[in-house]
C-alpha cells in the first residue's frame, strides 16, 4: 500500500506504521530510524549494530502520528548507546540518551516468560540499562547479546574470575531429565555459537521449604498451598566468559509448568568478588552473589550442588 493512503482514523499511512510489530528490526540505512531519533547524530556506517525496539501495543492501537518505538540500540566501536522514549506530564515526548563504554559494561542478563522479554546490561557502576522487549522478538535480542559479549571479553580475567575459571572441572555435555529439556536445548544453541564453552555444573528445578525462623504461620500455610521451587541452570563458561543458562527467575511459587528462559553472561575480568552464603529465606538454597563494581549479581543454587560447590571454592580463594 502507498504511503499516501489513508486509514480508517483519515491519517495518512506511513512505511514505519505499515511496517509496525512486536518484532526488533535492524536500522541500515536513515530513513530506518524512527523520527523521534532522528535529532541524535548516528554515524550507521561505523556502527556494529543498531537495532529499534517497538512499544509494546497492539497493532490495533497504533497510528500513523504515533512515535512507535521505545528504544533504538546502537553498539559503536567504542561503546553501547541506547536511546530511549520519554513523555513529560503534559504528554510531550522526547528521548533521553545513554552511552555505555564496553569497559564498563558488567554483565548481561536476557530472560524471556513467554512473550513478555527483559534485556538488562549490568554497569560496573550500579545503574543498570533495561529494555523490555516482545518475546518473540528474542533472536534479535540473542544477536545483540552476542555482540555486546563479543566487546567485553578481551581483558584478562580478574583474580575472583581467574579462581573461578580455573578451579572448574574438565566440563561436558548437561544430563537432566526431560522436564529440563528447554535449559539443555538452550544451552546446546549457545556453544553452536561459541563452541568452546563448556558445561561445568547443573541440576535439575526442586522444591525447597521456608526457614522457620524466617517465615510466620500464614506464609508456611500459603508455601504448602503454591510451594516454592527452585528452578534448573546450566553454569558453564570458556576461556573468556561465564555463562549461566537458566529460567527467568531463580525461584518461583506455583505448580503449573515452567516455560522461561534465561541468561546471564559475564565476562571473567569484571568479577571482583564471589560470595557465597545460605540463602536467607529457604533451606537447602544456596545465595551465590557476584560482585561486578558496584553491581551484585545474584545466583541461586541448591545447597550441597556441583554449582554449590564450584562457586564455594572461588569464593575461598578470593
Excluded: C
Excluded at 522514549?85 to 564496553?102: I, K, N, S, W
Excluded at 526457614?211 to 508456611?220: C, F, I, K, L
Aim: hydrophobic share 40%; proline share 7%; aromatic share 6%.
Amino acid at each position: 500500500m502507498s504511503d499516501d493512503a489513508a486509514t480508517p482514523t483519515g491519517l495518512l499511512r506511513t512505511a514505519e506504521f505499515d511496517a509496525f510489530g512486536p518484532w526488533i528490526d535492524e536500522v541500515r540505512a536513515p530513513d530506518d530510524v524512527p523520527p523521534l531519533f532522528r535529532p541524535h547524530p548516528l554515524d550507521l556506517a561505523a556502527a556494529t549494530l543498531v537495532l529499534k525496539v517497538p512499544r509494546n501495543i497492539p497493532r490495533r492501537d497504533a497510528t500513523p502520528d504515533m512515535n512507535l518505538y521505545d528504544h533504538l540500540l546502537v553498539v559503536a566501536v567504542d561503546g553501547f548507546t541506547v536511546l530511549s522514549r520519554t513523555a513529560d506530564a503534559a504528554g510531550r515526548e522526547g528521548y533521553a540518551a545513554r552511552t555505555v563504554a564496553f569497559a564498563d559494561i558488567a554483565g548481561l542478563r536476557d530472560a524471556v516468560s513467554l512473550l513478555d522479554g527483559r534485556l538488562t546490561v549490568l554497569t560496573r557502576d550500579g545503574d543498570p540499562v533495561v529494555v523490555s522487549y516482545n518475546g518473540s522478538a528474542r533472536t534479535a535480542v540473542t544477536r545483540l547479546v552476542e555482540t555486546l559479549r563479543a566487546a567485553t571479553t578481551g581483558d584478562a580475567p580478574s583474580t575472583a574470575g581467574h579462581a573461578l575459571r580455573t578451579g572448574a572441572p574438565s566440563g561436558g555435555e548437561p544430563s537432566m531429565s526431560e522436564r529440563e529439556v528447554g535449559l539443555v536445548n538452550d544451552f546446546r544453541e549457545i556453544t553452536r555459537r561459541d563452541p568452546q564453552l563448556r558445561a561445568w555444573a547443573w541440576h535439575e528445578r526442586r522444591g525447597v521449604r521456608l526457614r522457620p525462623e524466617a517465615s510466620g504461620v500464614v506464609a508456611r500455610l500459603a508455601h504448602l498451598v503454591s510451594p516454592m521451587t527452585l528452578q534448573g541452570a546450566v553454569v558453564a563458561g570458556s576461556e573468556t566468559v561465564l555463562e549461566v543458562v537458566s529460567r527467568r527467575d531463580w525461584l518461583r511459587r506455583g505448580r503449573g509448568p515452567e516455560h522461561s528462559s534465561g541468561r546471564l553472561v559475564i565476562p571473567w575480568s569484571r568479577i571482583d568478588a564471589v560470595v557465597v552464603r545460605p540463602h536467607p529465606r529457604y533451606a537447602g538454597a544456596t545465595s551465590v552473589e557476584l560482585r561486578l563494581g558496584s553491581t551484585p549479581a545474584e545466583i541461586v543454587v541448591p545447597t550441597g550442588s556441583d554449582a554449590h560447590g564450584f562457586f564455594a571454592a572461588a569464593a575461598q580463594d578470593n
